[in-house]
């Protein structure tokens, strides 16, 4: 047994009760993956989001093995984020083996790693970073990882592979055409509608096998996040955060045509949030 192994039997079996997950390789995934490299040499720097971060006394790996974040870097605020909300998050995007999975902002490569044990060595796992150090940093973290690949580029781009599922880690103040592009029938899209500096929730939304302009949508919980580039927007993060206090469990569609009516929640520039559910039309 490796010195952290008891360690993190525990913490994945503790993350994952609390999120009352269904599917046990979230909490295998957890279990097998070590913290260790992707947090760097300690002492670390660990803390609740909104408060401050503390330092750890020493090296012990005990340490990384708490529902806290880490700081990569304390400067900029990027963390690898809290193990207990990704759990939930993961839990929520119900991955399968064999699927392809693109993943928006791998930081050192945690979460990377931990989706690439979800689908396994017949799956795939591309992640994007756009910080040239940290892309570096997670390439050589997931070396021996075959099912995935980083790329040092925008996670917001128009060449994105078609996926499965792609699995955000930096917030907006909107959807992402491209990745609603990218998505196949019946692909989920998991991102923070949270504009820096706004509370806001991590959403996910389906994509219809039969098309349309109107897809499911639902938040999984709330959500901070470092914000996303090229997904900011001055003007929608005071009525983001202005909707977060109305009935945000009660969304349940993406409208992508169509004049908002009685049932929005939140409209963006050529979209908008509905507490109305998606209407499936029966075949004739």
């Avoid at 997931?142 to 917001?156: K, N, P």
Wanted: aromatic share 10%; proline share 7%; net charge negative.
């Amino acid at each position: 047994m490796d010195g952290s192994e008891k360690y993190r039997s525990f913490f994945a079996k503790l993350i994952c009760t609390a999120a009352k997950l269904e599917d046990p390789r979230i909490e295998e995934a957890f279990r097998t993956v070590k913290r260790e490299p992707f947090a760097g040499p300690g002492p670390w720097w660990l803390h609740l989001g909104g408060h401050p971060a503390v330092q750890t006394p020493d090296d012990d790996p005990v340490f990384l093995y708490q529902d806290l974040l880490l700081a990569l870097d304390r400067e900029r605020e990027i963390n690898i984020g809290m193990p207990g909300a990704h759990a939930l998050w993961l839990g929520a995007c119900k991955i399968m083996p064999a699927e392809t999975v693109v993943q928006v902002g791998v930081g050192s490569g945690y979460y990377t790693a931990i989706l690439a044990h979800l689908v396994g060595a017949d799956g795939r796992v591309y992640g994007y970073e756009i910080d040239e150090v940290l892309a570096a940093r997670a390439r050589e973290n997931l070396r021996d990882v075959h099912q995935a690949e980083v790329r040092t580029q925008s996670g917001v781009a128009s060449n994105l592979p078609q996926a499965d599922l792609i699995y955000v880690c930096a917030g907006g103040a909107k959807p992402s055409r491209m990745w609603l592009d990218a998505l196949r029938p019946g692909g989920r899209l998991l991102f923070p509608l949270a504009p820096h500096g706004v509370l806001g929730g991590m959403l996910l939304i389906t994509r219809p096998d039969q098309g349309g302009s109107c897809w499911p949508a639902k938040f999984v919980s709330r959500a901070a996040f470092i914000g996303c580039v090229g997904l900011q927007d001055e003007e929608a993060g005071p009525r983001l955060k202005e909707a977060f206090s109305k009935n945000w469990g009660g969304v349940r569609s993406l409208r992508l045509d169509g004049s908002p009516d009685e049932s929005c929640w939140f409209a963006g520039d050529g979209w908008w949030l509905s507490t109305a559910e998606t209407v499936t039309t029966a075949p004739a």
